[in-house]
C-alpha cells in the first residue's frame, strides 16, 4: 500500500490500542510511565513507509511499528514491548483530532461491535480447528477436553481485544487479531496459563455453535497395541469355550495368567484386567466357593471376547479403540471448584491381596457419582489394613476431618484433581471446605435416583462396551425395613425392605469375619428403627442390590463400617 494508506491503517490501529489493549501487552507501570514523559513534553517524529513507520523520539530512541503488536522494533536494549514503543503510540493518537463519527473498533453505545471489528476476531472461528490447536501439546488438548465436561460462566468483550472472562475460575484470556491462540494475553504464566488460553478458545467457539469434540478427540487419542496379543487372547478364550467349564483343566488359570502379562507388556491394561476377572471367576469356580456366578463369568467372557474382535477392525475409531484398550495409570485433571455430598463408605478387600475403603460423594452440579479410595496391597508378609484404624484417620485434604465425618458431610473442593473415572486424588494443592449438609429430601440425586420397578428393569441386560464403565450405583427410597434373615447358602444377610407403594427389595449383605459385628446387630434391628424412612444407597451386581449406607435426612450410616 502506499505510505498515505499505511497511514490512515496505523491511525484506525492507534485509536484501538487502549489502555487495556496496551496494558495486557506491557504492564499498568510501563503504560503509566509513558503517558507521564508524553505530559514532560516528549516529541516524536513519523517517518511513513508502505508497510511501517519510522518513529523518532526526542531522546534519539527510534522505533519501527506496523499496524499490530505482533511486528515492532527499537534501538533501545529491551527484549519485551517498551516504553518508547508506547509512546509513539499513544502521542500519535493524541495528536489525531476528535470525531463524532463512530469510529473502527468503538461500540455503538449498547454494547454491540461494528462488522468491521468483528471480523479482526474472526479466525477464533476458523473451520479448520486442528491449526488453532497446532500450538499446544497433547496432554494441554487432554486435559481441556476433561475440563470442557464441566459447565463455566462466560463473559465475552470485544474492543481492541477479544477477552473471554472464566468467571467461577476468575480468570481472562484476551485475543489479538494474531491468529495463533497461544499469543493470547494472560495474567497466569506457565501450563495454567496454557491451559486457560485454549479453554477460553473453545469455550468461546461453543458459545458460537460450534462442536470441536472429535477433532480434539482425534488429537488426543493415540492408539498403538500388541495385535499378536488379540488374536492370542481370542483363540483362548475360544477354546474356552469349545470346551466347556465341566471339562476345563484347572491349568486353564495359568494359561490366563501367561497371557494376562503379555496383555500388559502388549499395552492391553483392559484386556489384561479382564483376562484376571475371569481367572477370578474360574478359582472360585475350582473350589466350588458359594460365591461363583455362572452369570458373572459369562458376562465377563462376552465383553472381553467382543473387545477383542472390535479391536482387531481397522475402520473402529481410536477414541473408541482407546475405550477398549483402557489406561495403565489414570490422569488426573485439576478442576476449579466441585461441590460434593457424602454418599458413605464400604471396606472391601480383593481375592489378589489388597484391602481399602472407597467414599462415594454425590457431584451437586454435574450429578455425577465421585469417589476416593484408600487402599494397601497386605499381600507382603507384616503388612496389615485396620479398617477401623483408616476410618477413624485424618483426612488428606483437612487435618482436622476424620474420614468418618468425610464421608457424611457435604464439601467444596478448590483446584481438586480428578481423573476420567471420577476418582479424586489425595494430591497436594486442593482445598477443602465443608458447608451446612442439606436433607437427603432436598438433593436432586438426578439418574442416581432410582425407585423399585426401575432398579428391577436395570437389573436386566447385556455387557455394554461403549458405555460407562463404572459400577451400577441407585438410591432408593424405602419407607421400612419388613423383616431378615441369615441366608447360609450364600452366607449373606438378606434385609427385607420396602417403599411407600408396598414394594419389596432384598438387600443383600455378604458375610465376613470383619463384618461380624455388623451382621449381628442389623438382625436385632440395632439404630434401624430410628431411620425409618430412610434412602438406600446400593451397588447393583447380577441383578441383586447390596447396600452401602442408609441416609435420612442429614444422617448416615455406612452398613460395614458404622454399625
Not at 129 to 147: A, D, G, M
Not at 271 to 283: F, K
Request: hydrophobic letters at 40%; a negative charge; aromatic letters at 10%.
Amino acid at each position: 500500500m502506499s505510505a498515505a494508506a499505511f497511514e490512515t491503517s496505523f491511525g484506525q490501529f492507534a485509536k484501538l490500542c487502549t489502555e487495556d489493549y496496551l496494558v495486557r501487552h506491557s504492564n499498568k507501570g510501563l503504560y503509566n510511565r509513558a503517558l507521564k514523559d508524553i505530559g514532560k513534553g516528549i516529541d516524536v517524529k513519523y517517518a511513513w513507509g508502505q508497510s511501517s513507520v519510522s518513529c523518532e523520539l526526542n531522546d534519539g530512541t527510534v522505533c519501527t511499528l506496523e499496524n499490530t503488536l505482533a511486528h515492532w522494533k527499537c534501538t533501545c536494549p529491551a527484549d519485551s514491548l517498551c516504553k518508547h514503543v508506547l509512546i509513539a503510540i499513544l502521542f500519535y493518537a493524541q495528536q489525531q483530532p476528535s470525531s463524532s463519527v463512530q469510529e473502527e473498533g468503538e461500540g455503538d453505545g449498547n454494547g454491540n461491535q461494528p462488522d468491521s471489528n468483528a471480523e479482526r476476531f474472526n479466525w477464533l472461528l476458523a473451520a479448520d480447528l486442528s491449526l488453532l490447536i497446532k500450538p499446544f501439546n497433547v496432554s494441554i488438548v487432554e486435559e481441556v477436553l476433561f475440563r470442557l465436561r464441566y459447565p463455566e460462566e462466560l463473559e465475552v468483550a470485544e474492543n481492541a481485544l477479544l477477552t473471554v472472562c472464566l468467571k467461577l475460575q476468575g480468570a481472562e484470556v484476551s485475543f489479538t487479531e494474531e491468529a495463533n491462540p497461544a499469543k493470547a494475553l494472560c495474567k497466569i504464566k506457565e501450563r495454567a496459563g496454557e491451559l486457560l488460553k485454549l479453554e477460553a478458545l473453545l469455550r468461546y467457539r461453543a458459545l458460537k455453535g460450534l462442536d470441536d469434540q472429535e477433532a480434539l478427540r482425534s488429537k488426543v487419542h493415540k492408539v498403538a497395541f500388541s495385535p499378536d496379543t488379540v488374536r492370542e487372547c481370542k483363540e483362548l478364550l475360544t477354546a474356552m469355550l469349545r470346551t466347556g467349564l465341566a471339562r476345563l483343566p484347572q491349568s486353564y488359570t495359568a494359561q490366563l495368567e501367561t497371557l494376562a502379562v503379555a496383555a500388559r507388556s502388549g499395552q492391553l491394561p483392559d484386556v489384561e484386567r479382564g483376562l484376571r476377572g475371569i481367572q477370578g471367576e474360574l478359582e472360585l469356580f475350582f473350589n466350588r466357593h458359594v460365591r461363583f456366578s455362572m452369570q458373572v463369568l459369562l458376562d465377563r467372557v462376552t465383553k472381553l471376547y467382543l473387545a477383542l474382535e472390535l479391536l482387531e477392525r481397522e475402520t473402529l475409531p481410536a477414541a473408541q479403540k482407546e475405550q477398549l484398550i483402557g489406561a495403565f495409570r489414570s490422569k488426573y485433571y485439576a478442576l476449579p471448584k466441585l461441590r460434593l455430598y457424602g454418599l458413605g463408605a464400604e471396606p472391601w478387600e480383593t481375592r489378589s491381596g489388597y484391602r481399602g475403603i472407597t467414599y462415594y460423594m454425590y457431584g451437586l452440579d454435574d450429578q455425577q457419582v465421585y469417589t476416593y479410595s484408600d487402599a494397601r496391597a497386605v499381600y507382603y508378609e507384616g503388612n496389615a489394613f485396620s479398617f477401623a484404624k483408616h476410618y477413624a484417620s485424618y483426612s488428606p485434604w483437612l487435618a482436622s476431618l476424620t474420614m468418618r465425618q468425610f464421608a457424611g458431610e457435604e464439601l467444596v473442593f478448590e483446584h481438586i484433581k480428578v481423573n476420567e473415572e471420577l476418582r479424586l486424588s489425595s494430591g497436594e494443592g486442593a482445598s477443602l471446605t465443608l458447608v451446612a449438609r442439606q436433607s437427603i429430601n432436598e438433593i436432586n440425586a438426578g439418574q442416581l435416583a432410582s425407585d423399585l420397578p426401575a432398579l428391577r428393569q436395570a437389573g436386566v441386560g447385556q455387557p455394554a462396551l461403549f458405555s460407562d464403565v463404572k459400577e451400577r450405583l441407585a438410591l432408593i427410597k424405602l419407607a421400612r425395613i419388613t423383616g431378615n434373615r441369615f441366608d447360609k447358602s450364600s452366607q449373606s444377610l438378606v434385609l427385607e425392605v420396602e417403599d411407600e407403594a408396598g414394594g419389596q427389595l432384598e438387600l443383600i449383605l455378604p458375610y465376613q469375619a470383619d463384618w461380624e459385628k455388623t451382621v449381628k446387630r442389623l438382625e436385632a434391628g440395632y439404630g434401624a428403627a430410628s431411620l425409618e424412612p430412610f434412602y438406600a444407597f446400593v451397588r447393583i451386581e447380577g441383578g441383586q442390590a447390596y447396600p452401602i449406607s442408609f441416609l435420612h435426612n442429614t444422617k448416615l450410616i455406612s452398613l460395614k463400617l458404622d454399625m
